[in-house]
């Protein structure tokens, strides 16, 4: 029974990447090969110059105030290699999204949904999400794989030592400082810690962790985007 439930879980995790990579490689296939006009990526990737650059978070010789610093990050490694080549920037947000793809998946699994095939078909085959893998926004995919992380984190549950729990909070810091979307992920866990108060300590204390580490990182931005906001 338990080498059939084995073999069962390799045939489903073969399946997983095989979807995976057909998808992957029809979005690379599709995405855009070079910039058009838009202010925030514009924007995202000039800030990712000028940390790169040793110049700080700045955009136009001004300090950035209003995007969190996740999106710039998120972009660090192919400006590095590669420049401006906005093919591999859009490569990078494919990446970004194929990888979100297979966090969503896992966290229907933990939450035992049995429509997740399903699921994982709408989701890759949707509109909104394809736009947003070739490149229509650098912000989207990299927000939405930090938030399903985490939210895979939380539906495995925190029993199993300190790294789901540092793994949650990691998460939930990458989406706050990826979108200030994010704030709504950290209000629905203080949400849950309040109303969950007394379920078992492992789940509380990871739960207190990621929202802890969250409100730390938003607060953090605050003050120093308050701090250098030119007139």
Not at 28 to 36: D, G, M
Not at 117 to 125: E, V
């Given at each position: 029974m338990r080498e059939a439930s084995s073999n069962g879980g390799?045939?489903?995790?073969?399946?997983?990447?095989?979807?995976?990579?057909?998808v992957g490689l029809l979005y690379?296939?599709?995405?855009?090969?070079?910039?058009?006009f838009d202010a925030d990526t514009a924007q995202y990737l000039g800030l990712a110059e000028s940390l790169l650059a040793g110049d700080g978070y700045r955009f136009d010789g001004r300090a950035q105030t209003k995007f969190p610093p996740g999106v710039a990050l998120a972009y660090?490694?192919?400006?590095?290699?590669?420049?401006?080549?906005?093919?591999?920037?859009?490569?990078?947000?494919?990446?970004y999204s194929v990888a979100a793809l297979w966090a969503a998946w896992a966290w229907w699994e933990a939450r035992g949904e049995r429509a997740r095939?399903?699921?994982?078909?709408?989701?890759?085959?949707s509109i909104t999400w394809y736009e947003f893998s070739l490149g229509a926004s650098l912000s989207e995919t990299p927000f939405a794989l930090a938030t399903l992380v985490a939210l895979g984190f939380a539906e495995r549950g925190f029993g199993r030592g300190p790294l789901p729990v540092l793994?949650?909070?990691?998460?939930?810091?990458?989406?706050?400082?990826?979108?200030?979307?994010?704030?709504?992920?950290?209000?629905?866990?203080?949400?849950?810690?309040?109303?969950r108060w007394r379920t078992g300590r492992s789940e509380r204390v990871g739960l207190l962790a990621g929202a802890a580490a969250g409100t730390l990182a938003l607060l953090a931005w605050s003050l120093w985007s308050a701090g250098a906001r030119e007139p």
């Open positions: 390799r045939r489903r995790a073969l399946v997983l990447a095989t979807v995976l990579v057909a690379a296939a599709s995405a855009r090969e070079r910039s058009f660090l490694l192919p400006l590095a290699l590669f420049g401006r080549d906005f093919v591999w920037i859009y490569r990078a947000t494919v990446f095939w399903l699921l994982l078909a709408l989701t890759a085959g793994g949650f909070a990691a998460a939930v810091v990458a989406a706050v400082l990826t979108r200030t979307a994010g704030v709504a992920l950290l209000a629905g866990i203080w949400a849950t810690v309040v109303l």
